[in-house]
């Protein structure tokens, strides 16, 4: 058998390679300790609460009664009756019209034209509109919530004093129109301040090249301005949709009233595991949100890395 | 282990959902020769059940932690107070308790004891502090029926706090505009419906308040769909069959619609999420004729001193009458007249280390001595000892009309697990009815729903 003999030259040309091999295993090794905490801070504070909904979803989990004190194994079970519920598809209607009017529509179209608005702007008024619109997102949930309960209410609520209207019950009438232009007036400072920032680093030369072009207004957004932030929206548009899918603050306004007219999803598994009870039956309402989730995510996430 | 994973289980389905519900109470601790206690109750001072609250700070912890110094023993004891809605309190305790913690004595719903010990979260209270529980000498001055609340397949669980009852409260003032009597008293449905007609056309805005719907949570059952029920002869439970759309449901939900429907009742004010607080305000504003309520909306709410809504006439304006049978006769057991009475217990935890001392704490409380101490000033309630009540009660008229006329034909909910699933139930019926739908529908759909929840129509009366 004959033996494969390598050059000398090529025993040479190895020895750096194996060298960086070697620092590259090592690299790999410190990086590796490194990230280890956060993996399993990862691995503890979500992988693990995730797959224990999963399995939770398959129980007849219960808060309270015997399922409490011996849970069983029921399968699917829960997943059919939480599609087949009709509380179910209403709620995730509604969780459809409050992510499009408040995050995607509201959020991004007012924050956007704020920060458009804004732009070559200095001095007192900007630093007013600036502050009135952080200051609704700085402030507690709670807090916010409970101004707009005084604010709407139908007895004694400011709206109606100012309107000049009596007794018109803006919670009840319109749960979901008031928990949207809740949600916008709170949710538009995020999306505000990152616009301010990703306009900032628009070239002013391709704009003032456009202009001199004879580009109209609308021509220069949309031909030089959204181009250059199209990873700030779609980022933008990521991260606010989720945290409106999620949001639970419409409980705080509603409770999901009147009639479940404004339980959203994230009210209707608060209701359904908490309220009720029924543990098992939330971690399966969970476990569609969550998958839910990951389908708007990944979109996004194509619409992101088509780009490049 | 097995606790652990449910602990578990609990912690997964709120990181999941995003919900923080803290679970604040604590299982007592015990550091050094101290023997350190926690008590708690939906109560809160300054807010919700103000005077428990007071009456716990005040008066319970010196006065119980001198008794026990007097015996030797260094014990401290720490009060937790609540003031949120009941289910969410309940929420609170039920997450606490299912993670092993929670406070040493607790006050709960008696309706929640049967799901409690299903659930592990309670013991007998012989097996947790031995003899001392059956050798209570309060026992023998609890009646039975109070007594019943606080048992769970023929053991007993925890003390009872006391007993209540419902009447139809009014407002005089508003009667006398309207050409009613001061002294009212209906006999019959029609008699109210009447009466709310008159109330109606005198100006006031809302005639009859009969809580529906889920956002007023157990209110709706107590003090509206139960009362109701039994007005027309139906019980929501018996003889171990539940009762689903039968005629005295369809009758009671068709109160329900000729009140909303007919524009007697604000139906609105039973869709907000703090539609019965706002009930209560409204009443004491004179905006509402006829309130359906138990007497703690006398001692609690319109109380001049304590209460959340204070009315400080009220002995002069609040009127209040016996809730009417459908028609006379027409009652459960052929009653005239009806009512439902719930009450509060007070449980030792099993999750406690120090259970003796926690159920002499919790007896302690429920002391003739506590017992009068805590109904001082107005805060007069029934409480579960007839040895004190008649002292207690003398002086306050309605107490006095609950304890002699109301509580000998009173009803009380089945102490079963199931019940609050089939509560809540009852609850989406009377929404749907003052919502519009037609109240054989919604019973029907309250049936089907029932079926769900008692395990099929063979658990329901034909």
């Known amino acids: 058998m004959a033996l494969a003999t390598s050059p000398p030259e090529a025993a040479e040309a190895a020895r750096p390679d194996r060298y960086s091999s070697d620092a590259a295993g090592l690299g790999r090794l410190r990086a590796g300790v490194f990230v280890a905490p956060a993996l399993l801070l990862v691995a503890v504070f979500l992988v693990f609460p995730a797959l224990w909904v999963l399995y939770l979803g398959l129980t007849n989990y219960r808060l309270t009664g015997a399922a409490a004190a011996a849970p069983q194994f029921v399968g699917p079970a829960n997943l059919i009756e939480a599609v087949s519920n009709p509380e179910f598809w209403s709620s995730t209607w509604l969780t ?17 034209t704020i920060a458009w608005l804004l732009r070559d702007r200095r001095g007192p008024l900007k630093r007013l509109v600036e502050g009135l619109v952080i200051l609704a997102w700085i ?8 101004l707009w309960v005084a604010l709407l209410d139908r007895d004694a609520g400011t709206l109606n004093a100012l309107l000049g209207i009596q007794g018109f019950a803006w919670l009840l009438d319109h749960p ?41 207004g609308w021509q ?23 945290w409106t899918f999620n949001d639970f603050t419409p409980f705080l306004l509603t409770a999901g009233g009147p009639d479940g007219k404004s339980e959203v999803l994230a009210v209707h598994v608060y209701k359904v ?24 995510a990944v979109f996004y996430l194509r619409l992101l890395r088509s780009k490049k | 282990m097995a606790l652990r994973k449910r602990s578990m289980g609990v912690v997964a389905v709120l990181a999941a959902t995003g919900l923080g519900l ?24 300054g807010g919700k059940n103000a005077a428990g609250a007071d009456f716990i700070t005040n008066w319970v912890i010196p006065k119980f932690e001198a008794a026990q110094k007097a015996k030797g023993k260094d014990v401290k004891v720490k009060f937790i107070p609540s003031g949120v809605d009941d289910e969410q309190y309940k929420t609170k305790l039920s997450l606490d308790l299912k993670s092993g913690k929670g406070a040493d004595v607790m006050d709960i719903d008696s309706i929640w004891a049967g799901e409690f010990a299903d659930a592990g979260y309670l013991k007998p209270l012989p097996d947790l502090v031995g003899a001392d529980a059956d050798n ?45 009597p001061a002294d009212w008293q209906p006999k019959s449905w029609q008699e109210i419906l009447d009466a709310g007609a008159k109330l109606k056309s005198s100006g006031v805005p809302v005639p009859i308040q009969i809580n529906a719907g889920t956002a007023m949570g157990e209110a709706t059952s107590m003090q509206g769909v139960l009362p109701l029920l039994a007005g027309a002869g139906g019980e929501v439970q018996k003889d171990g069959k539940w009762t689903g759309a039968s005629q005295s449901m369809k009758d009671a939900l068709g109160l329900y619609q000729k009140i909303y429907g007919g524009g007697l009742g604000d139906p609105k004010l039973q869709q907000e999420a703090k539609g019965r607080d706002k009930s209560f305000q409204q009443f004491a504003a004179g ?15 319109v109380n001049p001193k304590t209460g959340v809504a204070k009315m400080a006439d009220r002995d002069q304006v609040v009127g209040y009458a016996m809730i009417p049978a459908m028609e006379p006769g027409k009652g459960i057991r052929g009653q005239d007249f009806v009512s439902m009475s719930g009450g509060a217990l007070r449980a030792v935890n099993p999750n406690s280390k120090h259970p003796k001392e926690a159920f002499e704490l919790a007896a302690f409380t429920l002391s003739p001595e506590g017992l009068k101490e805590e109904t001082k000033g107005g805060n007069v309630r029934i409480t579960p000892r007839t040895d004190v009540n008649k002292e207690i009660l003398a002086g306050e008229p309605l107490l006095t009309y609950i304890s002699e006329k109301v509580l000998p034909l009173t009803a009380y909910r089945p102490p079963v697990a199931v019940y609050p699933q089939v509560s809540v139930a009852l609850q989406e019926a009377t929404a749907a009815v003052a919502g519009g739908t037609p109240p054989d529908q919604a019973a029907a759909d309250y049936q089907k729903k029932l079926e769900g929840i008692v395990g099929g129509a063979g658990n329901i009366a034909s």
């Open chain 1, 96 to 112: 459809v019209e409050f992510v499009a009017g408040s995050a995607v529509i509201g959020q991004v179209g007012l924050g956007f």
């Open chain 1, 139 to 146: 402030l507690p949930s709670a807090i916010v919530s409970f």
């Open chain 1, 176 to 216: 979901m129109l008031s928990i949207i232009v809740f949600n916008i007036w709170r949710g538009t400072a995020f999306s505000m301040m990152l616009y301010g920032a990703a306009l900032g680093n628009v070239p002013p030369s391709h704009l003032e090249s456009a202009r001199l072009a004879g580009a109209s």
């Open chain 1, 220 to 242: 220069q957004l949309r031909d030089v301005v959204f181009p250059h932030i199209r990873g700030h929206i779609l980022t933008n548009l990521l991260l606010i949709s989720l």
């Open chain 1, 273 to 296: 595991a908490l309220q009720s009870g029924e543990l098992g039956h939330g971690a399966a309402v969970s476990t569609i949100i969550l998958l839910i989730n990951l389908v708007v």
């Open chain 2, 22 to 45: 803290a679970a604040c109470g604590q299982s007592s601790g015990g550091g050094g020769d101290a023997i350190e206690l926690t008590i708690t109750q939906n109560a809160i001072a």
């Open chain 2, 136 to 180: 209570w000498d309060g026992w023998s001055q609890i009646p039975e029926a109070v007594q019943g609340m606080a048992t769970f397949n023929g053991k007993k669980y925890a003390l009872p706090v006391g007993t209540d009852g419902r009447v139809l409260y009014f407002n005089k003032t508003l009667f006398q505009k309207a050409g009613l």
């Open chain 2, 287 to 301: 905006k509402i004729g006829i309130l359906m309520e138990g007497d703690y909306f006398w001692r609690g709410v």
